[in-house]
């Protein structure tokens, strides 16, 4: 059976409804300030639009008005030079006008206006008043004017009769489109406003949620390092009260882990006198198989003595951060374990060729870190194969596997806490003290990554370690 990388349970079945929702949301940006400029642009897209098209709506209304009393004083114009002539002379005088684009016009016993319909009163009154009431003799004045429109709106017919004859004039045009704006630049002095806002909105939105991101910072800093430089408490009001608030928490945390590390130094330091007083009077224990057994326990709660002090030493170290090649840090390391255990040289190998990776870490924490896992893989698992992926998401994965028993999955956890320890394959005959893998991973989670363990197929056990690359 070949073994399958670890990775995590599937989600449960989910309904249709949420499931929408969860691709709505993955459509918007991620982050508050693109979110916020986003409602922000789509807000002002929506007023320049209604503005635009409120002014349009206006400059059409007006604009309507305007070619409508061109266009009456074009169809008086064309009247008074066919009215003008003598009735004899007026097919003649037809046939000679020069017309402007779009007009026609035409002599008849009666209205050619066809299948038109009457024009608005409006429209009515004011083309009748252009024809009737124009500057010219009276003589000239036409005896009726009657203004028709076709049911599409923009062609229309205005029938005039003659005042000395019988005959009606019709004078066919089509109304040009309104311009619904004065220029054309209008509609791109309108984008250019629009594009400006935008951007104005943009800066000011990613200058107001700076101190967000700034807070972000400072909080992934203190999970890595307690001791982090406080944030500055200026700003705007609310700004500068929430820095308060977070370098009041950040001292709160420092007190309680320098208390917590000198509580457990102060413990293991102050249990050598009474342990060795206790070894000096086992000697004389006359019982050997007593005195043995006392010797033992003493040995190992010695043991867990050290580990304590070294679990506070490394929770006070302030050890600085530097570049370090993990490729041959961990080469060290199972060089390191494999002269301690000669016989398992052969089973501390990398799994495949590992590529050159550089990471900033604390040099010294992190090989005690990586040393425990290998060293816990090589004494419970019969050897330790490593193996390292080049950073991916700003993150290095380092997995340390080994043949060994495993652990019940109830347990993968709970063995990252102080003291924790299986009796069926981690057992204190072994030497352990149960602090190994909680100094690992308080180290690694230091470095802003983590650990976790998982079992194999078809057994033997998995350590994954995530570092910040």
């Not at 004011?126 to 009276?138: A, D, L, S, T």
């Not at 950040?250 to 457990?264: C, H, K």
């Not at 090989?367 to 816990?376: E, F």
Request: hydrophobic residues 45%.
């Amino acid at each position: 059976m070949t073994d399958a990388p670890f990775s995590p349970a599937p989600d449960g079945p989910d309904d249709p409804a949420r499931a929408g929702r969860r691709r709505r949301w993955h459509l918007l940006p991620r982050s508050l300030a693109a979110r916020t400029a986003l409602v922000l642009l789509c807000g002002l897209v929506v007023v320049q639009t209604v503005g635009l098209a409120i002014h349009a709506m206006d400059r059409i209304s007006f604009a309507r008005i305007d070619l409508q009393r061109d266009m009456g004083i074009r169809v008086s114009s064309i009247y008074r030079m066919v009215a003008e002539v003598p009735p004899a002379q007026r097919v003649a005088q037809m046939a000679q006008l020069h017309l402007p684009p779009g007009f026609k016009a035409r002599l008849g016993p009666e209205p050619l206006l066809g299948n038109f319909h009457l024009a608005s009163p409006p429209l009515q009154r004011m083309i009748r008043g252009r024809v009737q009431f124009m500057p010219m003799p009276e003589w000239l004045r036409p005896r009726e004017v009657v203004v028709g429109v076709r049911p599409a709106g923009r062609r229309y017919g205005v029938a005039i009769a003659l005042p000395d004859e019988d005959r009606w004039l019709t004078v066919f045009f089509v109304m040009p489109f309104a311009d619904p704006f004065l220029s054309p630049t209008l509609p791109v002095a309108f984008l250019l406003m629009t594009v400006t806002a935008g951007v104005l909105s943009i800066w000011a939105v990613r200058r107001l949620t700076r101190p967000l991101r700034v807070l972000a910072t400072a909080a992934e800093q203190l999970g890595r390092d307690v001791h982090a430089p406080p944030l500055p408490e200026d700003g705007p009001l609310e700004v500068a009260t929430a820095a308060v608030a977070f370098n009041t928490m950040a001292t709160r945390i420092r007190r309680f882990v320098n208390d917590r590390t000198l509580l457990l130094t102060a413990i293991g330091h102050d249990l050598r006198t009474p342990i060795t007083r206790l070894k000096l009077r086992a000697e004389f224990i006359e019982d050997e198989e007593l005195a043995a057994k006392f010797l033992a326990d003493l040995d190992e709660l010695e043991a867990m003595v050290s580990a304590t002090l070294a679990f506070g030493r490394d929770s006070a170290a302030r050890e600085p951060m530097a570049r370090l090649d993990l490729t041959a840090l961990l080469r060290t390391i199972l060089d390191e374990i494999s002269d301690m255990h000669p016989e398992l040289a052969e089973q501390l190998v990398f799994a495949s060729p590992p590529p050159s990776v550089i990471v900033q870490a604390r040099p010294i924490a992190l090989k005690r870190a990586l040393s425990n896992l290998v060293a816990n893989a090589a004494k419970y698992g019969g050897g330790a194969r490593v193996t390292m992926s080049p950073p991916r998401a700003g993150h290095v994965a380092v997995l340390i596997e080994d043949d060994g028993p495993g652990l019940p999955p109830d347990a993968l956890e709970r063995m990252f806490e102080p003291f924790v320890r299986m009796e069926d394959s981690r057992n204190r005959e072994t030497g352990g003290t149960g602090l190994g893998l909680s100094i690992a991973r308080n180290i690694v989670r230091g470095h802003g990554g983590d650990i976790t363990l998982s079992n194999r197929l078809p057994h033997g056990l998995r350590a994954t370690v995530m570092l910040a690359g």
